[in-house]
């Protein structure tokens, strides 16, 4: 594994170590032995099928879910437990909640304070969490709005903005906490297909930057540009791993190549109701005929983003 890191020029010292991680709901395992290294700058693209365990395993990581096997380390400290000569002891509230600090998370759903404006959204954490003063949590607070493209919607309420919009308050909300580490789940997912690129193009300027970034998404178009390395989970097993270029265009497994088919054919259909809906007829259809096989990209595709999770 080193071996491969090395080639890919990151830092050996992985900022993210999961090793063996188990968790059951109810009796029945959901993450059955994932072991993922993340370094320091790295993106990781997480996709799978719908309940393979891909949000379970990133709030695992910054243990809003409790781990039942394996361990986790985030730049170095083991995340919820101590190891006292090798029992581990459960870490208390406040101790987790200081190892959660450094994780940034931005979920489909964006859950912004309704009450409170942009500005007082992105300085809240910064201010109640950190003790950080108000002068200076705004000061952050407004150039991340500028890093977002919202650099002129500080006064505005949440019901006011776009779902596009109301995302990157959330993403400069998750920053304004200066993490180690961002945490993606489906972040546009939930959004009108108009308003998925410029969140994507908020997290592809947030890895250039050099942010660490573990993101579930389907939006394949993003996969292949931005991340250094997609990892591909089915029943709480990850199946397969690599570069993108190799992951998904030229998958190894049954069960990548099964998934990634789906996608193309959501697509597909998804590229036909865009195309109904913009000529008003049926008989437009021909304008993306081939969809059904598989080798050709639908336009949707090809345009690089993929419309539902
Ligand atoms: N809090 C929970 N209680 C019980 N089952 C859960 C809970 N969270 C997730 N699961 C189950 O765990 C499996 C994995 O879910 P999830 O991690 O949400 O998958 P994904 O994000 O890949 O769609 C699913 O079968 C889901 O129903
Ligand atoms: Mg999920």
Redesign the pocket.
Known sequence: MSQRHAATGFPDEPLVRAVNVTKA??GTE?LKGIDMDVHRGEVVVLC?P???????FLRCINQLETIDGGRIWVDGDLMGYEDRGGTLHRLTDKRMAAQRRDIGMCFQRFNLFPHKTVLENVIEAPMQVKGTSRPQAEAAARELLDQVGLGDKPSAYPAQLSGGQQQRVAIARALAMDPKLMLFDEPTSALDPELVGEVLKVMRDLATRGMTMIVVTHEMGFAREVADRVVFIDAGAVVEEGPPDQCLGNPQHQRTRAFLSRMRREEAAHARAVVQTVTGTADALGAVGGLDDESTPSPDEAAGRHPTT
């Open positions: 709901f109810h959901v799978g719908s309940g393979s365990g891909k949000t379970t």
